[in-house]
T-cell receptor
Framework: GAVVSQHPSRVICKSGTSVKIECRSL??????MFWYRQFPKQSLMLMATSNEGSKATYEQGVEKDKFLINHASLTLSTLTVTSAHPEDSSFYIC????????????FGPGTRLTVL | GENVEQHPSTLSVQEGDSAVIKCTYS??????FPWYKQELGKGPQLIIDIRSNVGEKKDQRIAVTLNKTAKHFSLHITETQPEDSAVYFCAARQTGANNLFFGTGTRLTVIP
């Protein structure tokens, strides 16, 4: 299947700092990318959907000024957690959809964010 | 919007036995149903998917069945192995929509 990479896999930061997570589709062009958040032993919670070259669409309750999403190219999307606080600690997973082929949605390996 | 329910939340089987996980969905406009396997600390991995124009799909030990009338679909794993132990998520996507709606997950444990 198609490959989606995420970087970094783990990040520990101090409260108040900003953290950027990169998501790349390695062997296909992703016109649409998604960002999810997952708490321990829970399902995936969609945070936002982004289409290349346009502003992201955020789900209800997700602060767009806190979770900045950029989808500048067909293979790269970034999520920046601004002014991170301990409650932002979570597992963040990106996903990409290849509309040019089978319409399947592939997930990255996730990024574990810990805010001290 | 779509609502996906998944059962059971946990499932333990003996190695070699079969495992069945069931999901129901609410929106008859949904037409795409993938299943993902998530191992601890990793992202979900697509293991099989089915579209509403077919009733069953099989890939080696894994099969998925879809009943559009009843709005439910199931994952079947035969001859289970310890490496099948993971959390499995079903999902549904509506026609023309972008995002998937996920079930709550099933933690499968295969006992050697």
């Amino acid at each position: 299947g198609a490959v989606v990479s995420q970087h970094p896999s783990r990040v520990i930061c101090k409260s108040g700092t900003s953290v950027k997570i990169e998501c790349r589709s390695l062997d296909f062009q992703a016109t649409t990318m998604f960002w999810y958040r997952q708490f321990p032993k829970q399902s995936l919670m969609l945070m936002a959907t982004s289409n290349e070259g346009s502003k992201a669409t955020y789900e209800q309750g997700v602060e767009k000024d806190k979770f900045l999403i950029n989808h500048a190219s067909l293979t790269l999307s970034t999520l920046t957690v601004t002014s991170a606080h301990p409650e932002d600690s979570s597992f963040y997973i990106c996903s990409a959809r290849d509309l040019a082929s089978t319409d399947t949605q592939y997930f990255g390996p996730g990024t574990r964010l810990t805010v001290l | 919007g779509e609502n996906v329910e998944q059962h059971p939340s946990t499932l333990s089987v003996q190695e070699g036995d079969s495992a069945v996980i069931k999901c129901t969905y609410s929106d008859s406009a949904s037409n795409y149903f993938p299943w993902y396997k998530q191992e601890l600390g990793k992202g979900p991995q697509l293991i099989i998917d089915i579209r509403s124009n077919v009733g069953e799909k099989k890939d080696q030990r894994i099969a998925v069945t879809l009943n559009k009338t009843a709005k439910h679909f199931s994952l079947h794993i035969t001859e289970t192995q310890p490496e099948d132990s993971a959390v499995y998520f079903c999902a549904a996507r509506q026609t023309g929509a972008n995002n998937l709606f996920f079930g709550t997950g099933t933690r499968l444990t295969v006992i050697p």
